[in-house]
């Protein structure tokens, strides 16, 4: 860590050595980058929720009594915080199959991921992206994102368009988010929290294992959850034998 923060500050003390308009503007990219490195989990989750903001106005949320919304409500009521995160949840009305949480406790969930699973099956991968929030897993790819937009900034500032990004940086960051893939290990991880989702919710465990089916029958579709979160026989085997050994009653 103290070798990328010396090489951070080398970047931006390299960049400060002139004062020009022109080199003002590789500060600023330098800065962003150095602040991208030491970003406190506060700030990021702040970052999150501008960028959770600008993904909301590029799609289409179902209305309150909306079918979706109105399902989405029923399965999730009890989720409110996940530690000292609070959850919010909107269905965005789109054919993908898809849902995601950022780190600031936004979970979106798309109307074609609802449209091919039952209850049950829906909440396991609820439950499965609110687990990428409690262990950090959302918070450490949007960081990332986050860093990707400093290095498109410094890579910017030599054609002086720093500053024309302002606008676009949260829907980049975004995008950037929403096509990371997680470990492995984050998703096994995550998928046992979905369990232990269902089970607080009184709900069938083995449901995260027919979720994951049912992703993989869908799987050629391409794209959303399938790209993000590609299921796997093992991730199948896995949720079965977590499902087995949890303790719902």
């Known amino acids: 860590m103290k070798k990328t923060l010396m090489v951070a500050t080398a970047l931006t003390l390299g960049l400060s050595g002139c ?38 106005s590029e799609n289409t949320i179902a209305p309150a009594n909306s ?14 915080f996940v530690d000292a995160t609070p959850l919010n949840f909107q269905v965005y009305l789109a054919d993908e199959i898809n849902a995601f949480a950022m780190p600031d406790g936004t979970v979106r969930v798309y109307s074609g991921l609802m449209d091919v699973m039952n209850d049950d099956e829906l909440v396991a991968v609820i439950g499965h992206e609110v687990g990428h929030i409690k262990f950090e897993h ?15 900034q410094a890579a910017s500032a030599a054609g002086g368009t720093v500053g024309e990004l302002a606008s676009s940086e949260y829907a980049d960051m975004g995008e950037k988010f929403m096509s990371a893939q997680f470990s492995q290990s ?7 929290y979905g369990i232990e989702v269902l089970c607080q919710q009184g709900m069938d465990p083995f449901a995260a294992m027919r979720a994951q089916e049912v992703l993989l029958k869908h799987s050629g579709n391409g794209g959303g959850l399938f790209s993000s979160h590609p299921s796997s026989a093992e991730r199948i ?13």
């Open 19 to 56: 004062v020009s308009d022109d080199h003002a503007q590789y500060l600023t990219a330098g800065m962003t980058a150095f602040k991208g490195l030491t970003i406190s989990k506060n700030e990021l989750q702040a970052q999150a929720s501008l960028s959770a903001e600008k993904m909301d």
């Open 67 to 80: 079918k979706y919304s109105k399902r989405l409500a029923k399965l999730t009521k009890g989720l409110n």
């Open 138 to 152: 959302s918070l450490s790819q949007f960081k990332t994102a986050y860093l990707a937009q400093a290095a498109r």
């Open 186 to 192: 984050d998703e096994l991880e995550s998928d046992a």
């Open 237 to 249: 085997a896995a949720a079965r034998t977590a499902a087995a050994n949890s303790n719902c009653g």
